[in-house]
């Protein structure tokens, strides 16, 4: 966990964010199809330490979309490591969450702040912030079809 077991005491303790912890299983309806690449991350970014890149440029993908937790550590790392690596970048607003900030001598921060925050510099600097239903809607446009988290 390098430095982060610093930061957060569960990951110190091999409380959270460990194989067999709470919370860190796929869950079934985003189960990988066979075939799929599963990346397992070991930072907050997709593309430290695994072969994210390697995988998508094999591909020949040049837009990467981001979903997930957190907005502000992993999702909105990935972004940015995903822009600096020159792909498009979309993040997903309604398809990314976070959590309450406890005060930690700053003041506390409402998950809804921090989720806001991160979307607004994201989208002054990284990437295409938008909804689910919109990014939907921009694919069919072009005649691609999708599955999205189900909806077709």
């Known amino acids: 966990m390098g430095l982060f077991d610093d930061l957060h005491p569960p990951t110190a303790n091999r409380d959270a964010l460990m194989d067999g912890t709470p919370?860190?299983?796929?869950?079934?309806?985003?189960?990988?199809?066979?075939?799929?690449?599963?990346?397992?991350?070991?930072?907050?970014?997709?593309?430290?330490?695994t072969d994210l890149d390697i995988i998508l440029r094999e591909w020949g993908v040049d837009t990467v979309i981001v979903s997930g937790t957190t907005t502000e550590n992993c999702c909105h790392a990935t972004a940015r490591e995903a822009m600096f690596r020159?792909?498009?970048?979309?993040?997903?607003?309604?398809?990314?969450?976070?959590?309450?900030?406890?005060?930690?001598?700053l003041g506390a921060m409402a998950a809804?702040?921090?989720?806001?925050?991160?979307?607004?510099?994201?989208?002054?600097?990284?990437a295409h912030v938008m909804s689910v239903k919109d990014m939907r809607t921009r694919i069919l446009r072009r005649g691609v079809t999708v599955e999205l988290a189900g909806i077709r």
Not at 112 to 126: E, G, K, Q, R, Y
């Open 23 to 49: 919370g860190v299983d796929i869950y079934p309806e985003l189960a990988p199809a066979a075939g799929e690449h599963v990346i397992k991350k070991h930072r907050y970014s997709g593309f430290f330490g």
């Open 86 to 105: 020159n792909y498009r970048v979309v993040f997903l607003s309604d398809a990314t969450a976070t959590y309450d900030y406890s005060d930690r001598g």
């Open 112 to 126: 809804a702040d921090v989720h806001h925050a991160t979307l607004v510099v994201l989208a002054a600097s990284t």
